[in-house]
């Protein structure tokens, strides 16, 4: 399975954006990158996901390096409510629904 | 939509006993997944159920089995319980690419 790596931790303050780096030097041409989040005392849930190019959602941006041996979680303004553990995760295209948590990034986020 | 929903939301129980945990998926997911989370780890992937059939399993002991039901619900059977089985049980369900957890199941073993 390939790994990912990520800090230990970051903080922002609010209304900043923040932007959480993940590492994932095995990728493989397969591997689709997935980012979750799990707010204190709750279930990991999805955030945004990509193979090659750069992606937009409602929560958040991706950016994909063009080696794809990196990536970036973007959140253009933190709140208070983005303080969670972000999960960058390498999930294979072909077993989909497997995903393999490291140990993540404790956002804090300070008003 | 009540989302994935699982029970009970805790339980302790002591060593060498045996636990079975429940999971609801969201409506009109066909596909479980069980993962078991330690305190300050990131979530451990246990197995998974499409179809009433485990179709992946991740390094966890014989101990660990499941069940899924034609409605697709989930069990999740814990037997002979070590104290390092205390973690946070979570069920996830998928149809595509993305899945959605429920909230968990504390499990303490003493």
């Known amino acids: 399975d390939a790994k990912t790596t990520q800090p230990n931790s970051m903080e922002s303050n609010e209304e900043e954006p923040v932007h959480l780096p993940c590492n994932h030097s095995?990728?493989?041409?397969?591997?689709?990158i997935h980012w979750y989040r799990q707010l204190p005392s709750q279930g990991p849930e999805y955030v945004i996901h990509?193979?090659?190019s750069n992606v937009n959602n409602r929560m958040a941006s991706l950016a994909i390096a063009e080696d794809r041996k990196s990536s970036t979680l973007i959140l253009h303004r933190a709140t208070l409510r983005d303080a969670a553990v972000y999960y960058c995760?390498?999930?294979?295209?072909?077993?989909?629904?497997?995903?393999?948590f490291g140990t993540g990034t404790r956002l804090q986020v300070f008003p | 939509d009540a989302g994935v929903t699982q029970s009970p939301t805790h339980l302790i129980k002591t060593r060498g006993q045996q636990v079975t945990l429940r999971c609801s998926p969201k409506?009109?997911?066909?596909?479980v997944s069980w993962y078991q989370q330690a305190l300050g780890q990131g979530p451990q992937f246990i197995f998974q159920?499409?179809?009433?059939?485990?179709?992946q399993r991740g390094n966890f002991p014989d101990r660990f089995s499941g069940h899924q039901f034609p409605n697709y619900s989930s069990e999740l059977n814990v037997n002979a319980l070590l104290l390092g089985d205390s973690a946070l049980y979570l069920c996830?369900?998928?149809?595509?690419?993305?899945?959605?957890f429920g909230p968990g199941t504390r499990l303490t073993v003493l």
């Open positions: 995760i390498l999930r294979d295209a072909i077993n989909t629904d497997k995903l393999i």
């Open positions: 996830a369900s998928s149809q595509f690419y993305e899945q959605f």
């Open positions: 409506s009109g997911h066909d596909t």
């Open positions: 990509g193979l090659t």
């Open positions: 159920y499409y179809e009433e059939e485990e179709r």
């Open positions: 095995t990728i493989s041409g397969t591997d689709y």
